[in-house]
């Protein structure tokens, strides 16, 4: 059985005296909601307020990024140790935000990976195709090279502490949500890499989640797919109703 996990990426929004009221507000709206994880990921600057606010609550703090190396000359990064000490537990890498304006790479969301689960952290690596790449049919090559690439080097055994996130760059943020079996094939292809690379057992117990636009609205049509095993939300993450209303889809 794989865990469903309902992740909020809020990206570059959120004060810490706002995510504190934040989480404060939320977390009786998703308390005993426990069919699902649920999980925030927060800009680094938030979260010794989110981990302050979540103690006690069923909702675990993520960062938004890790760098690869341990310590050392990189200005502006955040290393592994820094995260877990911090009392942060997920890690969102390789969004296509990241990829497109900051250069990341196939090898340095690999790199990240690694490093990430190699400090104990749960890894949430981001795939997904562009509407060019889609409409030239590169789909499902496209993710299962993403996929693979990411993982490259990863332990069957680290990939219990692996969620993937299938997000179709052309859904994210624009209000275009993929259609339920777009998001079921997508997944499908994510799993079908795995199942590859580790095989079929690993890939069944694999969490991969879909994101791009994912709301109140349309969460449980999703959520009901097979291989749609819960949500990456950008923007109705930063709303209490609407990201619980997505909890109460995973837990309906
Ligand atoms: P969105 O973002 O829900 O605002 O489309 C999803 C994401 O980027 O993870």
């Known amino acids: 059985m794989r865990k469903t996990v309902i992740a909020g990426n809020w990206k570059m929004n959120m004060t810490p005296a706002k995510t504190a009221e934040f989480i404060k507000a939320l977390a009786p709206m998703v308390a005993g909601k426990d069919k699902c994880d649920i999980v925030l990921c927060v800009p680094a600057i938030d979260i010794p307020a989110a981990v302050e606010a979540a103690k006690g609550t069923n909702i675990k703090i993520g960062a938004e990024n890790v760098h690869f190396k341990a310590s050392g000359a990189y200005t502006g990064e955040i290393s592994a140790e820094m995260l877990t000490e911090a009392g942060v537990?997920?890690?969102?890498?390789?969004?296509s935000e990241r990829r497109q304006y900051f250069a990341e790479t196939d090898q340095t969301v690999n790199l990240r990976t690694l490093a990430a689960l190699n400090a104990g952290l749960k890894a949430i690596v981001c795939v997904g195709e562009t509407l060019e790449q889609r409409e030239l049919g590169y789909t499902e090559t496209l993710l299962k090279f993403q996929t693979k690439m990411a993982l490259t080097n990863v332990t069957a055994e680290q990939m219990k502490n692996v969620i993937i996130a299938y997000e179709p760059v052309?859904?994210?943020?624009?209000?275009v949500t993929a259609t339920a079996d777009q998001a079921d094939e997508g997944n499908g292809y994510v799993r079908a890499a795995v199942a590859e690379m580790f095989g079929a057992e690993v890939a069944e117990a694999t969490t991969v989640q879909y994101g791009g636009s994912m709301n109140d609205g349309n969460a449980a049509e999703l959520l009901a797919k097979?291989?749609?095993?819960?949500?990456?939300?950008?923007?109705?993450?930063?709303?209490?109703?609407?990201?619980?209303a997505i909890v109460d889809a995973a837990n309906a």
């Open 89 to 95: 537990e997920y890690v969102v890498i390789g969004h």
């Open 170 to 175: 052309w859904a994210i943020g624009t209000g």
């Open 226 to 244: 097979v291989n749609v095993d819960g949500g990456l939300i950008g923007g109705a993450s930063l709303k209490t109703d609407k990201f619980t």
